[in-house]
């Protein structure tokens, strides 16, 4: 698809100012005006590899689009997801910080580089074992859970299993970490190689589906 927006510095600002206020509404909204500004929603579902009733619903939703269609439009429109430690924890100064919380920031940041390189590697099952992984590492999931949108029980569950839960539910997850999304830009001479990582994720989708009923 040719699209002389792709991957823009407008486009880029536009969506990480809405992925910065962790609202689903807004952030939607965002990736519905970066679809217009492509040029055609119908090229933006084909080269995604979904049909245009999908991607006019997927962002209406009240959980959201599922992950791996977040994931395919965004690259689709020239950009990644990563994870960030949130801005207003980011911003606050370290020397203000007592030695623990410190520890506990550089867990933060060490967990928010380990969910972008699985979000590189375009593998959901990769991902989904990231989110397993970190539940796992909570102290008291029971609590961790009450920070989310969901129950113990459905956060054990959530991630072992496809489809994963819906982008609501990862907004959530991820703010009670202390983090939040953001996108990258993708360079123009790599759109035929994440054209391959979308591939990937449409096939690792199914790979996760084959395996969903492992015990977590």
């Given at each position: 698809?040719?699209?002389?927006?792709?991957?823009?510095?407008?486009?880029?600002?536009?969506?990480?100012?809405?992925?910065?206020?962790?609202?689903?509404?807004?952030?939607?909204?965002?990736?519905?005006?970066?679809?217009?500004?492509?040029?055609?929603?119908?090229?933006?579902?084909?080269?995604?590899?979904?049909?245009?009733?999908?991607?006019?619903?997927?962002?209406?939703?009240?959980?959201?689009?599922?992950?791996?269609?977040?994931?395919?439009?965004?690259?689709?429109?020239?950009?990644?997801?990563?994870?960030?430690?949130?801005?207003?924890?980011?911003?606050?100064?370290?020397?203000?910080?007592?030695?623990?919380?410190?520890?506990?920031?550089?867990?933060?940041?060490?967990?928010?580089?380990?969910?972008?390189?699985?979000?590189?590697?375009?593998?959901?099952?990769?991902?989904?074992?990231?989110?397993?992984?970190?539940?796992?590492?909570?102290?008291?999931?029971?609590?961790?859970?009450?920070?989310?949108?969901?129950?113990?029980?459905?956060?054990?569950?959530?991630?072992?299993?496809?489809?994963?839960?819906?982008?609501?539910?990862?907004?959530?997850?991820?703010?009670?970490?202390?983090?939040?999304?953001?996108?990258?830009?993708?360079?123009?001479?790599r759109r035929q190689n994440e054209a391959h990582v979308a591939t990937k994720t449409h096939k690792s989708?199914?790979?996760?589906?084959?395996?969903?009923?492992?015990?977590?």
């Amino acid at each position: 698809m040719a699209n002389p927006g792709f991957g823009s510095k407008d486009v880029e600002k536009l969506l990480n100012a809405a992925f910065e206020t962790n609202d689903l509404q807004r952030i939607c909204r965002a990736v519905g005006a970066a679809v217009l500004r492509s040029g055609s929603i119908i090229e933006v579902a084909r080269a995604a590899e979904l049909d245009r009733v999908t991607l006019y619903r997927a962002f209406r939703l009240a959980k959201g689009p599922a992950l791996d269609n977040m994931i395919k439009v965004l690259r689709v429109l020239g950009f990644r997801l990563v994870v960030e430690v949130r801005c207003e924890v980011a911003n606050s100064h370290e020397r203000d910080v007592p030695i623990e919380g410190r520890s506990s920031a550089r867990k933060r940041a060490a967990t928010a580089r380990r969910f972008t390189a699985a979000f590189k590697t375009g593998e959901m099952e990769a991902l989904a074992k990231v989110f397993r992984e970190t539940v796992q590492a909570q102290e008291n999931v029971a609590e961790f859970a009450c920070k989310t949108i969901t129950t113990r029980e459905t956060l054990y569950r959530a991630f072992n299993q496809y489809p994963m839960p819906r982008f609501r539910t990862l907004l959530s997850f991820l703010s009670a970490l202390d983090l939040q999304f953001a996108v990258r830009r993708l360079a123009r001479s790599r759109r035929q190689n994440e054209a391959h990582v979308a591939t990937k994720t449409h096939k690792s989708t199914v790979h996760l589906n084959v395996h969903a009923q492992r015990n977590f």
